[in-house]
């Protein structure tokens, strides 16, 4: 399955709505171990450019039907900019009053 089909969001999709399409995945309904991999692994890839450069190639060459990304792709340096967090992906704890 596409990563972009597993998180929900579009081939062009920036980086807020990858995490925001991960978030939402993790927390739709019951999500089991296998599906939660899927959703993290797709997240992993997707939120790093360099990572997402080499997927989307990958996906030319093995499905050259595909609508390809056109444009600038962002550069980041590795190791400059913090990488991003899916933070709110748990549940907190309910304190009894």
Do not use: C
């Not at 062009?12 to 959703?39: C, E, H, P, Y």
């Not at 499905?63 to 590795?78: C, E, F, K, S």
């Amino acid at each position: 399955m596409d990563h972009y089909e597993v998180i929900g969001v579009a081939r062009t999709a920036s980086i807020t709505d990858i995490n925001a399409g991960a978030r939402d995945a993790l927390w739709a309904g019951k999500v089991d171990q296998t599906r939660t991999r899927q959703i993290l692994n797709a997240w992993f890839t997707l939120r790093d450019p360099q990572r997402r450069r080499a997927y989307d190639q990958q996906l030319i060459v093995e499905a050259p039907g595909l609508p390809t990304v056109t444009g600038p792709q962002p550069t980041v340096p590795v190791g400059t900019a913090p990488a991003p967090t899916l933070r709110g992906t748990h549940r907190q704890p309910r304190h009894r009053a």
